[in-house]
């Protein structure tokens, strides 16, 4: 089973107060997340912060980053063979990248958008095979993302250049909200 995942865990120290509360069009933040990952798979879990949505899961180490995310979504859901993440502050991201991130998971242990040579990791399919991986970085404090994507041990697909531009312009649909104005920048988008 791959399951979904809306990443709540922050602080918002930059935006000032909790983003995933925050409307974009009549819903939060956190259950337009919710509600793109629910049309690309079946169960979708809120990992960090309980907002009434879906499965929610506790960050084993709160406040440790997406990394630490990621292994409590395994750590709770032992039988899952990947989750799909999306971050609660990324209202843009097509629902059919999403879906396209998905199609190629049986093709790698990490599937996850790179644009203009900058990875997008919160944005991505990760299988079970990370969980040990994510484990031992924890433990050791190394807790960037990178750092799994750049372990050798795993497989990894960079979804790139023109793929990304078949969902959309990907400067638009990447932005993520962490100050108030940047909010206010992609209401005027869309």
Do not use: W
């Amino acid at each position: 089973m791959i399951a979904g995942a809306v990443l709540t865990g922050g602080r918002s120290r930059r935006f000032g107060k909790d983003k995933c509360q925050e409307i974009f069009h009549g819903k939060r933040l956190v259950e337009i997340a919710f509600e793109k990952l629910k049309h690309v798979v079946g169960e979708v879990y809120v990992i960090g912060k309980d907002y009434g949505l879906g499965k929610f899961t506790p960050d084993v180490y709160p406040f440790k980053g997406p990394l630490n995310a990621i292994y409590s979504f395994f750590a709770f859901n032992p039988s899952a063979e990947g989750v799909l993440v999306l971050p609660c502050d990324t209202p843009l991201v097509p629902v059919e990248l999403l879906k396209f991130i998905v199609e190629k998971s049986n093709h790698a242990d990490i599937v996850v958008p790179k644009h203009e040579n900058f990875y997008e990791p919160l944005i991505g399919y990760y299988s079970r095979r990370t969980f040990e991986i994510a484990a031992r970085l924890i433990s050791d404090n190394n807790l960037s993302m990178m750092n799994l994507i750049n372990n050798q041990n795993l497989k990894v697909l960079p979804i790139c250049g023109d793929i990304l531009r078949t969902f959309g312009d990907p400067d638009v649909y990447f932005t993520n909200i962490n100050y108030p104005e940047d909010l206010t920048r992609v209401l005027e988008i869309k």
